[in-house]
């Protein structure tokens, strides 16, 4: 048999056209009773829809963070331990130097080490009313002193790579404020009046300079912090006495100047 | 007409006077179809509830295509015949459960009228018989072509394939369907 010859056949096959009414009537009914239950639920998941995306969106963000922030703690963990196997930086902390700061760059991470605050008493005694009450970190002994340090720690390799010594770069500004506090205190009025010229200044104390990281592109580099504070004594001593001028050395003024036989007069006078 | 129908459609969504409209239009060309895809006025009743009340179930997420509503039901209608012989002692949908009952006399003179009706059609239930051996793919096409009298394009948006693919189907199917249908016809 041909194929034309199939199709024919199946083109002209009586086919029945029947319709059972009362199952039409039944599936209405029960269509029409479940219309509303499926709406609801329609819209619920519609709602939900909606949601999921922006619940995705949020769960990402929040794991991102998350994970952002827990590998930063990590990482600062990881070169915290790495720095304090150094023996020269353990050296260093046992003898009260401190942590300041770490921040971590291109996997690796910058660990800020601050000396500890050192109450220096002077050389020889001064009279009560002469000591300063300013932390002074100034080298009178001649022997170097640790003034904080910059290490390089690579976190994967975990080892300290290599460690920049602050005594410097620190000296340099406390030399040059200490040059500035005199240069403030010589020109002031209240120098020139009480301190003669050939009276010897005997010292001069500054505070340590303090260092903070700071982070520029991908580089990190210990710089000076601002003090919003800045003072400076200077002890001069001429025929017998000895005076203390106060130097302010952010507003540039000359604060106060007392002299030791004004304090015993005082003192006498009570 | 596909305007007004797709207005229809987006009122079904809300109004279930507007579902039952479609239901109304549809319900007729979706029982013939599955009967003369089964042969069997029980099974194509029970597929036949089946289609609409998955049709009510997705009708929310109906989205218009300029592909006439018919051609989704017939989708529908393809997936639960499929369903249907999978599952055959599956559960079926038992209308007495959902819908308020009709007296028992009425619908059993009704269905054995309608068994009469069916039994005339012999030539029908032969061929039907004989493409029902044939692959799934092959009944749906020689169905819808012959017995539905669809055109090729109207099969391809039912069965959501390409037009060369439906001819080539149909090609193959009436050639499967050669060898063994007019020995008995």
């Known amino acids: ?270 | 007409m596909l305007k007004e129908e797709k207005e229809l459609i987006e009122r079904a969504k809300k109004d279930p006077k507007a579902f039952s409209e479609l239901y109304e239009k549809y319900y007729s060309q979706i029982f013939g179809y599955i009967l003369k895809r089964v042969a069997n006025l029980e099974i194509a009743q029970d597929v036949t509830s089946e289609t609409f009340l998955k049709a009510l179930k997705n009708l929310w997420q109906f989205q218009w295509r300029n592909i006439p509503f018919s051609s989704w039901l017939y989708r529908i209608a393809n997936n639960e015949i499929v369903n249907y012989f999978r599952k055959q002692k599956g559960k079926k949908v038992s209308l007495e459960k959902i819908a308020e009952p009709i007296s028992a006399d009425n619908i059993e003179i009704e269905f054995i009228e309608a068994q009469e009706e069916l039994k005339k059609h012999q030539d029908f239930l032969k061929a039907q018989e004989k493409i029902s051996k044939l692959d799934i793919k092959y009944q749906e096409v020689i169905v819808l072509r012959f017995f539905e009298k669809k055109q090729i394009k109207e099969i391809s948006e039912i069965l959501g394939k390409k037009e060369g693919t439906i001819k080539s189907l149909l090609h193959r199917g009436i050639e499967k369907l050669k060898d063994e249908f007019f020995e008995t016809l």
């Open chain 1, 1 to 270: 048999m041909k194929e034309e010859d199939l199709i024919k056949k199946l083109e002209e096959i009586s086919l029945p056209k029947i319709e059972i009414k009362s199952h039409k009537e039944r599936l209405n009914l029960a269509l029409m009773k479940k219309y509303s239950p499926e709406r609801k639920k329609a819209e619920v998941f519609n709602i939900f829809k909606k949601l999921v995306p922006a619940g995705v969106i949020a769960v990402l963000l929040f794991l991102f963070i998350f994970n952002n922030l827990n590998s930063q703690k990590y990482n600062l963990a990881k070169a915290k331990e790495i720095a304090l196997q150094n023996n020269e930086i353990k050296n260093w902390l046992q003898q009260g130097s401190t942590i300041k700061d770490i921040k971590v760059v291109d996997g690796k991470a910058y660990v800020l080490i601050e000396p500890p605050e050192v109450k220096k008493e002077p050389e020889e005694p001064a009279p009560a009313s002469l000591k300063s009450g300013v932390a002074f970190q100034e080298n009178l002994t001649g022997e170097e002193k640790f003034g904080g340090a910059l290490a390089e720690v690579n976190i994967k390799e975990k080892e300290v790579k290599n460690i920049k010594k602050l005594a410097p770069a620190a000296n340099d500004l406390i030399k040059s404020k200490k040059d500035k506090a005199l240069e403030i205190a010589n020109k002031s009025q209240e120098v020139q009046e009480k301190i003669p010229r050939e009276a010897e200044v005997l010292n001069i104390n500054v505070a340590t300079p303090k260092f903070r990281l700071s982070k520029e592109g991908n580089s990190v580099s210990a710089i000076p912090e601002i003090e919003t504070e800045e003072k400076a004594s200077i002890i001069y001593q001429f025929d017998e006495n000895r005076c203390e001028g106060k130097v302010d050395l952010n507003k540039e003024r000359m604060e106060e100047i007392k002299c030791l036989n004004e304090i015993n007069t005082d003192a006498t006078k009570e």
